[in-house]
């Protein structure tokens, strides 16, 4: 069981840099492979960044390049770096967790996930 709390989130205009952190609670941290998803009202969750287990990182194409994940396991917290941020990056950003083996972009591979942290870009 894995619990995941997000924070960083706010308003910033287009242009600006916002790092998001995800907090996650239990001892297997570091087994877990993580992930950013993103919810704009009306869309459905997409996926933006995921880091494996092992520090293997990917990306969605709308991002690459200006977004950044991270973790650190000494501290169970997983960390999104923003930068060149658009309106088109307004969403609900939330935070997941996954033991499969590889780390994926699909949104129903993730057992669990935070409650969410709203990022709003303004033009």
């Known amino acids: 069981q894995v619990q995941l709390v997000e924070s960083g989130g706010g308003l910033v205009q287009a242009g600006d840099s916002l790092g998001l952190s995800c907090a996650a609670s239990?001892?297997?941290?570091?087994?877990?492979?993580m992930a950013w998803f993103r919810q704009a009202p009306g869309k459905e969750r997409e996926f933006v960044a995921a880091i494996s287990w092992s520090g293997s990182s990917t990306y969605a194409d709308s991002v690459k390049g200006r977004f950044a994940i991270s973790r650190d396991n000494a501290k169970d917290t997983v960390y999104l770096q923003m930068n060149s941020l658009k309106p088109e990056d307004t969403a609900v950003y939330y935070c997941a967790a996954d033991r499969s083996l590889i780390a994926t972009i699909l949104r129903d591979k993730y057992d669990y996930w935070g409650q969410g942290t709203q990022v709003t870009v303004s033009s």
């Open positions: 239990g001892r297997t941290f570091k087994m877990y492979n």
